[in-house]
């Protein structure tokens, strides 16, 4: 018995060897230093283990907070970016049609990508075949709930989205003052990923086109269900990432929150008060016989147009977000529970521990499940600035009475957006229609 089980572990090594000799190349060039501008925490511990491994490449990470104004400003320059860029996958196709990045197939092709990071991702990190980088976090939608305003309202977690509707108008007739659950007054990524969490999306980019159909019937779906709760004023849309928001999670005045996955680190340095009363699970769905989910959030890391060494740049970016030795390092210091890579699941029951701000529960691998529910991708559209604020207008607009149905919002952000994309010379673009 003893030998065949050092007969196993030496097939198990000799695995792992090839795996890392095949997606880890040696790199060729002479030693050199690159810079990376990204605003995750503690990115200092993946980077001691990289030049372990790469002791010819240097990586100076630069953390200047979200730096879209600062690369902007040095694409327009046409200098100045640095090598590696952390960009959020909303945003990254509009970096790629501005030229931002620069192709790293030669180092990463796309047999390898969908190995280590799965064939979705690819409309996270490339465009026409050309790959740009690599992913990083999942933004896998959790539903985050107070576990002390469950039990003492007898609310139960809902399987369906019936049920959450259910579950929502008796915790209003128990608890006027409080909230089940606030949608945002903005932020465009939200809706979005509830109408991709339930199977669809709202645009794509194929063979050239970009296409637009914000008003498919699962998106409609998905309005006309957040819009009769919010139009009976069941729950009430506030706005986010302010301290009232986080005081309400603190203090229990908001019951549940749907976000991604990253948002339990949020939780934890923004709600400390409320340790222990939180728990997550994949949210519900319309048809819980077909699970499905979406992404709210996760960036990626792109090799830029400026850099001079993208072959440094390529293999770093790579290791960075794939290799074990670093899903382990973002995972402990750099607060991200979920990574995309299909190599997290070598070390996820590692990682595995019970949370006592999330009252013991084992959090990673429920957000790992819920991040493999995911199945589905697509492009976001080039003007996603201008997409998140004119929702933000309608939103408002609704608010101040002068749109009377929530739902009726849907078809007017479509006309928007089509108007945004005329305005910035997009006329390869198909309403009505969506590709297979």
């Known amino acids: 018995m003893k030998k065949v089980f050092a007969v196993l572990l030496l097939v198990l090594a000799l695995s792992v060897s090839a795996f890392a000799a095949d997606y880890y190349p040696e790199y060729t060039g002479k030693p050199t230093t690159i810079t990376m501008w990204a605003w995750t925490s503690n990115e200092n511990y993946s980077i001691e283990e990289f030049q372990k491994a790469y002791p010819d ?29 952390m960009v959020e996958y909303s945003f990254a196709p509009q970096y790629m049609d501005l030229g931002a990045f620069q192709p790293i197939n030669k180092w990463l092709d796309e047999e390898t990508f969908v190995k280590l990071y799965g064939e979705e991702a690819l409309g996270w990190c490339a465009m026409d075949g050309e790959i740009y980088g690599t992913p990083q976090d999942s933004g896998a939608i959790g539903f985050f709930y107070r576990q002390d305003l469950f039990d003492q309202y007898g609310i139960e977690v809902p399987v369906t989205w019936e049920d959450f509707a259910v579950q929502a108008r008796k915790f209003k007739a128990a608890a006027p003052e409080l909230e089940f659950n606030a949608p945002p007054l903005g932020y465009a990524l939200w809706w979005v990923g509830l109408v991709w969490q339930s199977g669809a999306k709202m645009f794509d980019y194929h063979d050239g086109n970009w296409y637009i159909d914000f008003t498919n019937p699962v998106a409609e779906q998905v309005f006309e269900f957040w819009g009769e709760l919010i139009d009976d004023g069941i729950i009430n849309p506030t706005m986010w990432w302010n301290a009232d928001w986080y005081n309400s999670l ?39 016989s077909k699970p499905h989910n979406g992404m709210l959030g996760g960036s990626g890391f792109y090799v830029t147009a400026h850099s001079k060494n993208p072959e440094a740049a390529a293999i770093f970016v790579n290791w960075l977000n794939s290799h074990p030795d670093s899903l382990r390092c973002l995972n ?82 479509e006309e928007q957006v089509i108007g945004f994309m005329e305005e910035f010379g997009y006329f390869n673009v198909i309403v009505g229609e969506l590709p297979e």
């Not at 240097?58 to 600062?70: A, L, N, R, S, T």
């Not at 400003?73 to 590696?84: E, H, I, W, Y």
Request: a negative charge.
């Open 250 to 288: 603190n203090m229990g005045t908001t019951a549940t929150v749907l976000n991604g996955c990253w948002f339990a680190e949020w939780l934890r340095y923004n709600a400390p008060d409320s340790e222990g009363q939180w728990r997550v699970i994949a949210p519900p769905n319309f048809d819980p």
């Open 57 to 85: 490449i240097e990586v100076i990470w630069e953390d200047f907070g979200v730096h879209y104004e600062k690369a902007q400003t040095a694409l327009a320059a046409g200098s100045g970016l640095p090598d590696v860029l």
């Open 332 to 413: 402990q210091y750099s607060n991200l529970p979920i990574m995309v890579s299909q190599r997290y699941e070598e070390v996820v029951h590692e990682l595995a521990i019970e949370d006592t701000f999330f009252g013991g529960q084992v959090i990673v691998e429920d957000l790992w499940d819920a991040h493999n529910l995911i199945n589905t991708t697509f492009v976001c559209l080039p003007v996603w600035s201008n997409l998140d604020s004119a929702l933000s207008l309608l939103l408002q607009d609704y608010a101040d009475g002068k749109i009377d149905r929530f739902a009726d919002i849907l078809p007017m952000w």
